[in-house]
Nanobody, 119 residues
């Protein structure tokens, strides 16, 4: 089992920075970690992923603005969000899954945290 607890969401004006955190605990090893987001009426989309080799991937719309990172000593996953835009407004989720190229599959989920970016 893996438990994921998310913190750090909020509502701020565009161009500001925000960092989401995901505390990871449990006994099941998962080699893919990711941040996904969802807006009402749309599918949940991958925002940023990192695998156990440290390889990262980002959706095109956040490249250069968002950074995913892990602190293994603290068992915490982060998403640093800079230069945010109103279109980044969504419910953000932390997730863990088995290793696959580009980390497409997740079987453990944290609770969502709302991020709202106003213009």
């Amino acid at each position: 089992q893996v438990q994921l607890v998310v913190s750090g969401g909020g509502s701020e004006q565009a161009a500001g920075s925000l960092r989401l955190s995901c505390a990871v605990s449990g006994t099941t090893v998962r080699h893919c970690m990711g941040w996904l987001r969802q807006v009402p009426g749309k599918e949940r989309d991958r925002v940023a992923v990192i695998d156990s080799n440290g390889m990262t991937g980002y959706r095109d719309s956040v490249k250069g603005r968002f950074t995913i990172a892990q602190n293994n000593a603290k068992n915490t996953l982060y998403l640093q969000m800079n230069s945010r835009k109103p279109e980044d407004t969504a419910m953000y989720y932390c997730a863990a899954g088995p290793f696959q190229s580009l980390c497409p599959v997740y079987d453990y989920w944290g609770q969502g945290t709302q991020v709202t970016v106003s213009s």
